[in-house]
């Protein structure tokens, strides 16, 4: 009797054993092709608008990541919300329109504006044109004219040469300072209290084409961010415009810029005065931006005072004015998914009874396109103590095949950080990797590692403050910050074999005995 009950326990406690044994790959099973490319259809889509910060798509993207953490089943943690406001600030130089005549100019296009001046309406009803804008001792060509609060124009290359092409000014064939230094011009003649100034030719209007439409978004810093903001070297409006508009002010006086400097080698030539009015609202302007980070919590069981942080960010690099949006769809649509999809196999491990020892907590991050901010605003305001927290997990790239494995294999993932702070990474990822069986790629973990992945994105907030850190990562492609970089050049059941590897490694952190350790003492910050 004694006997056959040995038995019976012995075959009980091997069927639990079994059980427990195959709890993870129930629920990485989970983890489906169909279920993460509905999502990244609907997040890389046009409506999403390529997730910008401060834009609409940004917005959105927080709110489809939100109300998919309440289906699911995971806890608003911020007091009783899903969000986790970021204190932003967006600062950029702003053109709200701007004339010359009758003429309408686009920025980015016909003009590129720039200055240190107040957001401020700017009026005129006169240009003067100054010709070089060179004030020497050899040649000074504003000398008999106050261009104190007037509109000024300026051909801000370039200078008078003789008939052998000497230099009026350096006396020889090379080019004086006022040529050498391309600002000196401009900063000699702020001395006077211009109202504005519009310089022109070719060195303008290449400025004008590489001027896209993300350098008119301005950048985003953190509130509390106490640096000052970088500023131009001029503090009154500067406008570079093209050599065309520049030439359209001049016909006013029959004249243009090819005829003036054929006709300014021997001696300056005197000031135009120019009856054109010219209007522009222009300046600085620093606004306030809330975009959210977004937080789900998987309650643990008895170890639930303890958090694996699970982080991917959502944003992208959204919709310059001229209509043209970055899906996004790998950077980092793949890695917003795989948050998605993450929690809900742990919440539904959680709601059959089986859920992880440790807590769970799910962030999708914001504003990590504009220098990480969102991770660091959570790592300066958490909403859960950094000291519990054992781990971090962030995703950031996992759908595609890079340059590196296109002509190799394309079974693979990178696994960044897993010989910084903690000994035990590189075995827990290993270990996980049994179940799916991928090169593990430790390339960019190696010293003086060229590209310092480890340091650029948003798990190295965490890392800063002492906290055992993973970055799972497909790798850099040509389409990277493109908007090529659409969700049809996805590899679904690649990116879906990442998500089971992340999902196992996060479940051994989540269910093992001891937190990772913290033994390397290499990029420990303070806590």
């Not at 000024?152 to 003789?162: F, H, M, R, V």
């Not at 003649?189 to 070719?202: E, Q, S, V």
């Not at 049994?434 to 948003?458: A, C, F, Q, V």
């Amino acid at each position: 009797m004694i006997k056959k009950f040995l038995i019976l326990l012995f075959i009980s406690s091997l069927t639990n054993a079994c059980s427990l044994a195959q709890t993870p790959s129930q629920y990485a099973n989970l983890i489906g092709e169909q279920s993460s490319k509905e999502h990244l259809t609907i997040l890389s889509s046009r409506e999403y608008e390529g997730r910008g910060t401060g834009q609409k798509g940004g917005e959105k993207t927080a709110q489809y990541i939100a109300e998919h953490f309440k289906t699911y089943g995971l806890q608003p943690v911020v007091n009783g919300s899903y969000f986790q406001p970021v204190a932003l600030k967006q600062i950029s130089y702003k053109v709200e329109g701007f004339s010359i005549g009758e003429q309408g100019l686009v920025n980015g296009k016909d003009f590129f504006a720039s200055g240190d001046n107040d957001f401020q309406q700017i009026s005129a009803d006169e240009i003067i044109f100054v010709g070089y804008g060179i004030q020497d001792e050899k040649y000074n060509e504003i000398q008999s004219i106050d261009i104190k609060d007037k509109v000024i124009l300026l051909l801000n290359e370039g200078e008078p040469t003789d008939a052998s092409g000497k230099s009026l000014l350096s006396r020889s064939m090379d080019q004086s300072e006022w040529s050498k230094n391309r600002f000196k011009r401009i900063q000699e003649l702020l001395k006077h209290n211009p109202k504005m100034i519009l310089a022109t030719g070719p060195q303008a209007q290449e400025t004008i084409h590489l001027t896209n439409d993300r350098n008119l978004l301005g950048r985003v810093q953190l509130r509390t961010d106490t640096a000052p903001p970088k500023r131009s070297i001029t503090s009154l409006p500067t406008v570079f415009i093209t050599e065309e508009v520049a030439n359209s002010i001049l016909a006013k006086k029959n004249t243009s810029l090819a005829q003036f400097t054929s006709s300014a080698n021997t001696k300056p030539l005197a000031p135009l005065t120019i009856a054109l009015p010219v209007h522009g609202k222009m300046g600085i302007l620093i606004e306030e931006l809330n975009d959210p980070n977004v937080l789900g919590l998987v309650e643990g069981t008895d170890l639930k005072d303890e958090i694996v942080v699970v982080c991917g960010h959502y944003d992208h690099d959204g919709i310059l004015p001229d209509g043209t949006f970055f899906p996004g769809a790998d950077d980092n649509g793949s890695g917003t998914v795989a948050i998605l999809e993450l929690a809900k196999v742990f919440a539904k491990a959680k709601q059959d009874g089986k859920g992880p020892r440790r807590s769970m907590l799910f962030i999708g991050l914001a504003a990590e396109e504009k220098g990480l901010l969102g991770s660091k605003y959570y790592a300066e305001n958490p909403i859960l103590p950094l000291e519990k927290t054992v781990a971090c997990i962030n995703i950031d790239m996992i759908g595609r095949i890079d340059d590196k494995h296109l002509k190799g294999n394309h079974n693979y993932i990178h696994v960044i950080g897993a010989n910084k702070l903690s000994s035990d990474l590189k075995p827990i990822v290993e270990n996980a990797n049994k179940e799916i069986g991928m090169e593990l790629d430790y390339s960019y973990d190696r010293p003086n590692e060229p590209m310092r992945l480890y340091y650029r994105s948003d798990h190295y907030n965490f890392a800063k403050k002492g906290i055992p850190s993973l970055f799972f990562f497909s790798g850099l492609h040509p389409h990277y910050h493109t908007p090529e970089d659409t969700v049809d050049k996805i590899d679904f059941p690649m990116m879906v074999k990442r998500e089971k590897l992340i999902f196992h490694t996060a479940w051994d952190i989540a269910t093992r005995d001891d937190r990772p350790k913290v033994d390397i003492r290499e990029d420990i910050g303070t806590r």
